[in-house]
């Protein structure tokens, strides 16, 4: 290396790849890989020197000063711990395809040391069959993003799966929308609208969004803007339609679910040591949905529409195994 003002960098370079709180290098090892990586010979006195360049930059380098043994790089930035977390939660979730969950997962590895990056990958990461087809969602992101921003209309084509297990066009027609908030529900990711179509608010799932283009029509802000997390609290399922109330007798082992659900502000009421009573709102065809997924747990009270729908499906499936 011929700059010695590439010095600071080489070495930075190192006490990000090859250190941290388990793994610390002596000044004799830290001049044996600098000549070894980036082909400079580098005496003690100019070692001290950048490493004190480096701290004065905001760099957290712990030295023998604190650790009694030698350097390394404190991952100020995002803890083991933290990366372990963010990379489980990406490659988990079903919405993010495996090339940009990959993608998402090297640049916070990156943020580790080498040994880190590969413990990551020999002990935690396995391959997700679940992840969408569909590669657009971080651009689709973005682009909604800037619109949301900008207070403009997007348009763009809406998928869902064939027979063959292939995502197609939903219709001919591309949708257009006004998009007002981000929300994550049911582990996917929405986007919530508003149209001059229809009133109140829709949403779309991100990762079904193709063609995503943001138009040159204007909307105005929102006269009462809505936490987008109420709005999506209210769909159960994230289910479009009718918001109804409706009262549940539950059995006492589905009382965690339920919270899981709807969360700690969902109202329940004992009735013996075996069961509770909850009273929930949300789309009629969500809470529908639910009361087939917990049949054998969860029993409608009312309203008695939703009770006699659960009972015309109850009817239907019995036939169908007759």
Not at 2 to 31: M, V, Y
Not at 170 to 191: G, H, I, L, Q, S
Request: contains cysteine; glycine residues 4%.
């Amino acid at each position: 290396m011929g700059d010695k003002k590439e010095i600071p960098l080489a070495l930075l370079n190192i006490l990000i790849r090859h250190t941290d709180e388990n793994h610390i290098l002596t000044t004799s090892q830290i001049i044996e890989k600098m000549a070894q990586i980036h082909d400079v010979t580098l005496e003690r006195r100019t070692l001290y020197a950048n490493i004190e360049l480096l701290k004065k930059y905001g760099y957290q380098i712990s030295d023998w000063h604190d650790n009694g043994a030698g350097y390394y790089l404190s991952r100020h930035q995002f803890s083991r711990s933290e990366v372990v977390l963010l990379c489980n939660a990406v490659h988990a979730s079903h919405f993010i395809s495996s090339s940009e969950s990959n993608t998402i997962i090297r640049k916070l590895l990156e943020t580790q040391s080498v040994y880190d990056q590969h413990s990551f990958r020999d002990s935690v990461y396995m391959p997700n069959p679940k992840k969408t087809d569909n590669r657009t969602l971080l651009r689709n992101m973005d682009i909604l993003s800037a619109a949301i921003e900008e207070r403009h209309a997007v348009q763009f084509t809406y998928l869902h799966y064939n027979n063959r297990k292939k995502l197609e066009p939903r219709r001919e027609k591309p949708y257009t929308v006004e998009p007002r908030f981000f929300v994550f529900m049911d582990t996917r990711a929405y986007v919530v609208v508003t149209s001059d179509h229809h009133e109140g608010y829709g949403h779309y799932r991100i990762d079904r969004m193709k063609n995503v283009q943001i138009t040159d029509t204007s909307f105005a802000p929102l006269r009462s803007p809505m936490d987008a997390y109420q709005y999506a609290s209210g769909k159960f399922y994230m289910y479009t339609g009718e918001t109804v109330s409706a009262s549940f007798r539950c059995r006492r082992s589905v009382l965690d679910h339920m919270i899981d659900l709807f969360g700690t502000d969902l109202i329940i009421i004992p009735v013996d040591e075996e069961h509770f009573d909850m009273h929930v709102r949300g789309s009629a065809d969500g809470l529908l949905l639910l009361a087939q997924q917990f049949l054998d747990s969860v029993t409608v009270l009312e309203p008695e529409e939703l009770r006699e729908k659960v009972r015309e499906r109850i009817r239907n499936s019995l036939k169908e195994y007759e």
